[in-house]
């Protein structure tokens, strides 16, 4: 099993973004995938999350509406579009593997996911 995370990078504040995490060793149908970030000095937080068992989807208040989660399934692959980036975005930003649903319950917490890929980094600047 392994996850593969993309994407990251430097942007001016406004900017867009998308990261991808993709999988290997399984398939996404019973999973949920969710993403992670860390800021220096401060705990991980989970930011989305998308399960396809029952198509749920979760958003930290921090990130709706300005972040979108989908899967492309023919790809393995799950990717977080992120819109209207503001410096507090700056962070390394992980994926992760669970099988839970739904995401709407279990999506933000990091004990409910079986495995992690590597990070990538987001920076957010002008």
């Known amino acids: 099993v392994q996850l593969q995370a993309s994407g990251g990078g430097l942007v001016h504040p406004g900017g867009s973004l998308r990261l991808s995490c993709a999988a290997s060793g399984f398939t996404l149908d019973y999973r949920a995938i969710g993403w992670f970030r860390q800021a220096p000095g401060k705990e991980r937080e989970g930011i989305s999350c998308?399960?396809?068992?029952?198509?749920?989807?979760y958003y930290a208040d921090s990130v709706k509406g300005r972040f979108t989660i989908s899967t492309d399934n023919s790809k393995n692959a799950v990717y977080l579009q992120m819109n209207s980036l503001k410096p507090e975005d700056t962070a390394v930003y992980y994926c992760?593997?669970?099988?839970?649903?739904?995401?709407?319950?279990?999506?933000?917490?990091?004990?409910?996911?079986?495995?992690w890929g590597q990070g990538t980094q987001v920076t957010v600047s002008s």
């Open positions: 998308i399960a396809n068992a029952d198509g749920s989807t």
């Open positions: 992760a593997m669970g099988s839970f649903v739904p995401c709407t319950r279990y999506g933000a917490g990091q004990q409910y996911y079986d495995y």
